[in-house]
């Protein structure tokens, strides 16, 4: 693995690797004998805000022995129009790795291609992989893992948590349902990219999502960016709300899931989310360990 760009780059066996690896990472927290990102030095380029990802970063990059830079767009040239493919050629002479948050998935993958160097996307409009190796690394944790399992996504099932979570199902093989009114459910154009077999159903039924599901996974109606369409989706998304009425659809031992922040009692309930707090807040937790996997394995270019 030279970068991570999206869940749908990687193949099964690659999102296997990060997630043992990040088990390990975890267990030995305090006690690493080995710092794969000693001497090295790793930027954070973001046009976004964030607390989970930059916060996970930025002590993961430490507890791996690199030093990091937090770069917002705004406070370099970028935010006034340098294009990034020499923001990258420059910063690829320099560094020695870069996690980004941006608009344009293919800004990330341009970043890549003229830097050269080792490339996170740390959440575009199309995917948030590093979100994704976390929920995998609390599924394994809570639920033993995937194989068998039905995850079920309310809302904006197209912004980029929904599709991330469909090339996850269909790289790993569980079954997705993504429960999401018109205009915000996964299109034809995407559904025709996924590899034939893959167990990724849409309803606009949030009921047929819920039924038999081992995870219920709910994101913010109004992803960075779309803010000028809060009044309208706040509307139109109201019925797919993660509440008590869909959790008792749900399979026994059902897990409650947010990649956080939280809107309650807009995409979740108080009640719901605060009787699965503890495993909501491992989830965040993940972040930590899956990402510190993510840099050990780009460092070691495997
Ligand atoms: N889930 C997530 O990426 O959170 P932040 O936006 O706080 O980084
Ligand atoms: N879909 C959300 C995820 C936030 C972590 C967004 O893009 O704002």
């Given at each position: 693995m030279n970068h991570l760009l999206s869940i749908e780059s990687l193949s099964g066996a690659e999102i296997n690797a990060i997630i043992d690896a990040a088990v390990t990472l975890k267990a030995e927290r305090g006690n690493h004998?080995?710092?794969?990102?000693?001497?090295q030095c790793w930027a954070m380029i973001f046009s976004k805000s964030s607390t989970r990802t930059r916060v996970s970063f930025e002590v993961g990059v430490r507890e791996l022995g690199g030093s990091v830079m937090f770069l917002s767009s705004n406070d370099i040239q970028l935010g006034r129009g340098e294009p990034i493919k020499d923001t990258a050629r420059v910063m690829g002479r320099m560094l020695h790795g870069a996690i980004i948050r941006t608009f344009a998935q293919q800004d990330v993958e341009d970043f890549a291609q003229y830097s050269g160097i080792p490339t996170i996307n740390a959440l575009t409009d199309d995917e948030h992989p590093c979100q994704i190796l976390a929920d995998l690394l609390t599924m394994r944790e809570l639920?033993?893992?995937?194989?068998?399992k039905r995850v079920a996504f309310f809302g904006d099932g197209a912004c980029n948590m929904g599709r991330s979570w469909a090339w996850a199902a269909a790289r790993l093989g569980f079954e997705l349902a993504v429960a999401a009114p018109d205009g915000y459910q996964l299109d034809d154009e995407f559904m025709a990219?996924?590899?034939?077999?893959?167990k990724v159903t849409r309803t606009d039924d949030p009921k047929i999502a819920a039924e038999g599901a081992d995870v219920l996974y709910t994101d913010t109606w109004?992803?960075?960016?779309?803010e000028n369409e809060e009044a309208k989706r706040l509307v139109e998304l109201k019925p797919f709300q993660v509440n008590e009425a869909l959790l008792d659809l749900a399979n026994e031992g059902v897990i409650v899931q947010h990649c956080l922040p939280a809107y309650r009692d807009y995409e979740i309930t108080e009640r719901v989310l605060e009787s699965h707090a503890d495993q909501i807040f491992q989830q965040a937790e993940n972040r930590l360990h899956a990402q510190k996997a993510v840099l050990a394995l780009l460092a070691a270019g495997q």
């Open positions: 004998t080995v710092q794969p990102l000693a001497g639920l033993g893992g995937w194989e068998d990219q996924l590899p034939e077999g893959a109004v992803s960075m960016g779309r």
